[in-house]
């Protein structure tokens, strides 16, 4: 019988691997038979916003060979700019609907899109509502650095404002006999501040209704400078959302139409075609040969220890033994001129980013070349750590940065076992051999020992920061786990500059002493997967394509990946500021 179900297994394993190798044949044939091998004249480039543009390359095989790709945000900005002097592209149509985008991301694709307007060429979007009744004011932001905004009839514009909505379920655990038992360096890291207390203190709605603020005041002044509005900005938000009929008499948009109407719309006025952005990025060829180096170091994800990986929600994570072997990689090319780190982290493993920071300073000082950060849509926490190793910080102004900070602890179950009739035996060998143990609190000793190594923490990351930036407060006043918009911490010398990855690569490459006109290359990290290693991940990972497939069923995976921080030191709550 045991033969008779290793025969069957070994059966169904082979169909298996055989059906995987059907689907990559398929798919490639798929692929080839979609590309674009000519660019032709007066074509529209196509974006959908819808699709995910994240900082990373996502080195999914299965996606690669039976989906439509997308391109890492560094890419799609780079086709952007490449076809502002390309005489073959009339300009750029976008789709935006919802977008994944961070608003520091947002943008970053919106500096991008002003350097193409600037060649004369046009830049249209057509929308079906932005935002989903509401929420939509990144999109809508992004939307109004375009020439011509066009929607659907019988759609909405959600320019509603910012909301957060947090449960405190303090109570609920007491009566299910779990005790959060959490201590905070200091009063401004609120992270856990839900489980912790019932209702939300003064001093956490003060900081959150000042950082809702800032990005507010950075959406409307940019819609105010790009729209001639019939009413001032403020009143138009406390209409929204607004139908697309209300949109256009207040000249939020310019007309009113169906899709197939804007396709013969720009087809009269001489475009002979339309090519998908990620087409058109397979036809920019890099610089190679013996050139000048600027590497761009990307940290995008939860900062923890080892492998670099992407979990079934879609979570990335930072693992410092790559990075590590990454910055080692850097040191060892030839004809190195500059570092740019760009980073896209919300926090993470305290060890693993001081890690981190210490190889890049240790690069540096080997190589004595320029290191120059580049924040994203989140260097908070853990991840302003790691820019601290930078001798230039660019952020956008709606960067999330600082909660220059520390917390830590546990949730206590001793109450919930008694509950449920659970009784757990307890063997120590050493009084604080079980400091971290969920079934009891920690005993008067091991609190203390427990805050002195918060203390530490805290001192070291403070000292850092006072080493490494020019601050215009102090120290005090800046950190306890504060944090900031990109523009406010700029005032506080907590980063350099506002600017985007380009503005770092382009000063990297200054600081590099590559000259104006030489030309040089940038060399990604981490590097793509090759494709052995791509399909080495696919036959031992049990999660490929479950994370699609969840978006796509309706099961909003955001609050997966939220909950999954909870483990690690970071600036976000485990609930989203609805933008």
């Not at 997308?70 to 789709?95: C, F, N, S, W, Y």
Request: proline content about 3%.
């Amino acid at each position: 019988m045991l033969k008779i179900y290793q025969f069957i297994k070994s059966i169904c394993t082979i169909c298996g691997v055989l059906m995987i190798i059907s689907g990559i044949g398929s798919g490639i044939f798929y692929w080839y038979s979609n590309r674009v091998s000519h660019i032709s004249e007066h074509t529209m480039l196509m974006i959908d916003f819808s699709h995910n543009y994240g900082e990373a390359q996502t080195d999914n095989l299965l996606n690669e060979l039976m989906e439509r790709q997308t391109l890492p945000l560094q890419h799609l900005i780079e086709a952007i700019e490449m076809a502002a002097a390309d005489k073959r592209i009339d300009g750029i149509v976008a789709r935006l609907d919802v977008s994944d985008l961070e608003p520091a991301q947002i943008q970053d694709v919106a500096r991008a899109i002003s350097i193409f307007r600037k060649s004369g060429k046009q830049t249209i979007v057509f929308s079906q509502g932005f935002g989903p009744f509401g929420q939509g004011n990144r999109e809508y932001y992004l939307a109004s650095f375009f020439d011509k905004i066009y929607m659907q009839p019988h759609t909405t514009i959600g320019l509603t404002g910012i909301s957060l909505e947090l449960p405190f379920a303090r109570e609920t655990l007491n009566k299910i006999g779990v005790y959060p038992e959490f201590y905070t360096r200091y009063e401004h890291k609120t992270a856990m501040m839900n489980f912790t207390d019932t209702n939300m203190p003064a001093l956490y709605k003060a900081d959150m209704e000042r950082l809702g603020n800032s990005l507010m005041q950075e959406f409307k002044q940019g819609i105010v400078k790009n729209r001639a509005l019939t009413e001032d900005i403020d009143v138009i938000i406390n209409k929204a959302p607004l139908s697309a009929e209300e949109g256009l008499k207040l000249n939020l948009i310019d007309e009113i139409l169906y899709l197939p109407q804007l396709d013969k719309k720009l087809k009269d006025t001489g475009i002979k075609g339309f090519m998908n952005i990620e087409n058109y990025a397979e036809h920019i060829s890099p610089n190679k040969g013996n050139l000048p180096v600027v590497a761009v170091l990307n940290l995008n994800g939860i900062i923890d220890s080892g492998e670099n990986s992407t979990d079934i929600d879609g979570e990335f994570t930072v693992g410092s033994r790559d990075i590590l072997a990454d910055i080692s990689e850097i040191a060892d090319m030839e004809n190195l001129k500059a570092v740019v780190v760009r980073i896209n982290s919300p926090g993470g493993s305290y060890n693993a980013a001081d890690e981190i920071y210490f190889a890049l300073k240790d690069l540096k000082a080997q190589k004595n070349i320029p290191i120059i950060v580049s924040q994203s849509g989140y260097a908070a926490s853990g991840g302003y750590f790691i820019s601290l190793a930078g001798d230039k910080i660019y952020a956008e102004p709606t960067t999330i940065t600082g909660s220059i900070g520390v917390l830590g602890g546990k949730f206590v179950l001793q109450k919930l076992w008694q509950k449920i009739g659970v009784n757990w035996a307890d063997i120590k060998i050493g009084q604080n051999a079980g400091i971290l143990s969920m079934n009891q609190p920690f005993s008067a000793q091991e609190r203390q020992i427990f805050n002195k190594s918060l203390d530490e923490v805290y001192r070291d990351f403070t000292t850092k920061v006072v080493e490494n930036r020019p601050l215009t407060e102090n120290i005090d006043k800046i950190a306890r786990g504060r944090v900031w918009s990109g523009r406010d911490a700029l005032a506080l010398g907590l980063v350099d500059a506002l600017g985007n990855l380009e503005d770092a690569v382009l000063h990297a490459k200054q600081e590099g002493g590559i000259e104006d006109g030489q030309k040089y290359t940038i060399v990604t990290f981490p590097r793509e997967k090759n494709f052995s290693e791509k399909l080495r991940e696919l036959l031992l990972s049990g999660n490929v394509q479950i994370y699609d497939g969840l978006k796509k069923s309706g099961v909003d995976i955001r609050y997966l990946k939220l909950f999954k921080r909870l483990q690690y030191d970071t600036v976000l709550l485990p609930f989203e500021l609805n933008i």
